[in-house]
C-alpha cells in the first residue's frame, strides 16, 4: 500500500525523482499544481474530473469537499440538502423512503431526475449521479485498494484519510474515495466514519423501490451494493 506524497514545491519534486507509481501531489502555496493522484483541471469548475478511459469522467472529490481526501457531505437518496458527518443540526428524514426534494415518486429501476440529483443540484449541471451501471463499469475498468491519503488541513498539519484508490486498468489515472462514513436514519446516528465508504447511484433498486444502489467498501474490499434510501452516504459526480 503506497502512501500519498506531499511536495511543497516543484523544485522540492524534482529534487526527489518520486516513481511515478507513488502517489504524490506537489503544492505551491495551497494550490495542488501537479499529481498523479488525480487530474488537476486548470478550468474553474466545481469539481475537478478525471479521465479513466470510462464512458463517463469520474469528479475527483466528492459533492460538498473541496480536495480528494475530504468527506463532503451526506445525503439521502432523491434529496439534495446534504450534511456534514456528525452535525447535530442535520435535518435528515426517518421516512423510508424520505420524500424526494422535487416530491416525485420513483419506482424500481428507476432513474434520479435533475432536480432530484444532488451532484446535479449542487454544481448547476455540471455533473450527475452515476447510474448503477456507471459503477459497475467503474469496477470492472479500474483496481483497487484500501490507502491512507494525507491532507494539509488548514492548520498545515498531515492529517491521514482512509479510502480506496481507485486505479485506470486503461490509462492509470486515479481517484481516491475516502471513507466517509454514513447516517442511520433508523437509529438517527452516525456510524463508520474512516473505516466504510459509500457512494449513491441515481439508480432505484430493481427489487424494491425503498432502495437504491451505491458504491459500498471498507478495508477489506469494494462492491456495487445496494441501501436503503433514507440512509446518508456520500455523493461522486460524473460528466461525459
Known sequence: MKHLKIFASMEEFETAKPSMEQPFVVLSGNEVVYSNLVEI???????DV???????KWASCNIGADSPC???LLFQFGRVDGYAYGDTNHQFSIANPPVTTSGKTYNTRGVLDPEDD???????????MPTNEEIDELLAGTTNEWCQCTEL???H???VVYGRLFTSKINGNKIFI???GYFYGTSNSFDRAGSSGNVWSASVYYDDAKYAHNLAFYSGGCSSNFRDRYVGLSVRGVCA
Open 41 to 47: 483541471s486548470e478550468d474553474d469548475l466545481p469539481e
Open 50 to 56: 478525471v479521465d479513466l478511459g470510462l464512458s463517463v
Open 70 to 72: 475530504e468527506p463532503g
Open 118 to 128: 444532488a451532484a446535479y443540484v449542487s454544481t448547476n449541471g455540471m455533473l450527475r
Open 153 to 155: 488541513g488548514e492548520d
Open 157 to 159: 498539519a498531515s492529517h
Open 178 to 180: 475516502p471513507a466517509a
